[in-house]
């Protein structure tokens, strides 16, 4: 992906998996993984997963200016924008995946599984037009109600676009 995107040399991506459990936790990491390492843009990607938890999350990374990518109820939400333009709220993972599992090329999706982004990477152009259409959808039909309490959400595309802009 970083190949793709022709990322400057001078830019890192660190990718790290976080040993914590609740969403709040990996916040936290990332706070002392950047206070040691000194990064310059800090983003967390969780999903709602029906997590405790999310409000003090939210919270803690505006405080400490990290931008949260957040997906509800899954990531997973993300590759079914690459197919789908649906406000459709699902309850679990397990129910998303089934339905991802009926696009073209998905049908043995796996999570942890990164063989599905030769399959994902031609429709990126669909799933960040698609995320920022449901999400702007989802905002605005639902007045007062925070972010992490939405469903469905997603703010990939926002990752998307700003490591795009990275380019050299």
Known sequence: ??????LSKTIAVNVFQSNKVDCKGVVEEAIKKAKRDG??????????????????????????NIKVIFSSICFE???????KNSTKAF?????LEKELKKCIGMENYEKNDFKHYSILKDKLTIAKSNAENIRLSVVENNYGVEIFNLNPYTNVDELVLFLENQKQ
Do not use: C, P, T
């Open 39 to 64: 990064f310059g843009e800090i983003f967390v990607v969780f999903d709602h997963d029906n997590q405790a938890k999310r409000d003090e999350a939210f919270r803690l990374a505006s405080d400490k």
């Open 1 to 6: 992906m970083k190949e793709d995107f022709r």
């Open 77 to 83: 939400s993300w590759y079914l924008y690459h197919f």
């Open 91 to 95: 309850a679990s993972e397990e129910v």
